[in-house]
């Protein structure tokens, strides 16, 4: 007997549709509350509450088989998503049994939280196995225009009423830019995330926005420089430069006729900030605040945190200690919280062991080695997916190098895009 593919029913396919257009807006979208002094706040993504509609959408189509389980490109296979969610729920069990409770922050932020970031890349992966890639490319539509609409509007703001207001010689009153992701070293690797995929796609000719396309380019880059003097993140000044010396080395045309030219012009408008208040280009001018550690600033209260964490691995190395018991730990030497530790890889390492992240890099790597499968086999200069591959390779790399100084391993978009990119295409499943 042979088995065709099942057809995915029109009615579920403009539900999706729907639900991803207000993905592509909500998963940038971050929102906080139920701050207390005991409890650090649970953040969530205006995209989290998309995901439950689109879950029962999903699990109807997969009862009624409307539609394939997410197919996904060598090597990488369920068993790795399943692997990290064990170690989740391994590192939420450690700590119980190391500390006797667990914090609401380790098991509403790290544990239920991971359970979400696994709903966001299966709905991905889903989406690119059963829908067609004008479906796909919906999204990748309206997340690139809303986070350009940001990056515009918000460097307009910041120029026009922050830099010209009085206040500008009160270094106190400098609000740094962070859109609508709350943090601001999470909104820079969003921003460098859209314009690498923007890039990519303008390069195979890929239509986003038919009327501007060809002066898009140019306003994005004129505009991202500015936006992330005003964001202040130092990882972000480090990462937009490796990629426009990236795209300088591999597209050299293309980045002789669109990028430099649009760098030079923001450069020059860099130039009149200086003259006009030096305060308002230089990081440490624009926002001069304290840590928690009273005169110490916040580089040297993270190489305290750094130390403690390590100090903690010390003593938990194979297994670590256990999620959420970091902040224990430090409320037991200095009788505060200071901070979250501020590296991924560091994070892991402590409170999840050499175990978890022999598992976590083992994922990384299989997930590098499945892109690149990707982009070795789709060379068609129109296909999205071939460009697609690309881009996250070089968002993967961004991503290690955040990594070692800030902790966006919970990033949702992140690891939507990564679903996207790992799947296997409808007409490949």
Known sequence: MVYTRPETDTKSIKMISVLLCLLGIGIQTQILFGVTDSYMGLRLNLGDFVMPCAGVIIFISLLRRRSFWPQW?????DVWFYMLLGLIFMGLGNAYI?????????????????FVLTGYIFFAGWGVTNLSEKHVLIFMKVFLLFTFATIICGTVWFFLFRLESDHTNTTYLYIQFSGLMGNRNAFAFLMICSLVLYTYFD?????????????????IWFFLPLAMIFNGSRAGWV????????????KFKY??????????????????MYTHNSKSVFREDQNNKMSN??????????LTVAEDALELWAEHKFLGAGIGSFLLYQENKHGQILDQIDNSALWVLTELGIFGALVFGSFYMMALIALWRTYKTRQDPQD????????????????ALFSLVHQILYARYLWFLLGVALAKPQHAS
């Not at 006797?100 to 939280?113: C, D, P, Y």
């Open 255 to 272: 980045t002789l006729r669109f990028i430099l030219p649009a760098l030079l012009l923001s450069s020059l408008v860099v130039v009149y």
């Open 98 to 114: 190391q500390e006797g409770t667990l914090s609401h922050w380790a098991v509403f932020n790290r544990g239920i939280g991971w």
């Open 203 to 219: 390069d195979i000719k890929m239509i986003i926005l038919p009327k501007i396309q060809s002066y898009l380019t140019y306003i």
């Open 73 to 77: 490109q060598s090597p990488c296979r």
């Open 239 to 250: 990462g937009l430069g490796l990629v426009i010396v990236w795209f300088l080395l591999s």
């Open 384 to 399: 999205m997916y071939g460009a697609l591959a690309q881009a996250m390779m070089v968002i993967m790399v961004l991503f």
């Open 293 to 302: 550690l009273g005169d110490a600033k916040t580089d040297q209260l993270r």
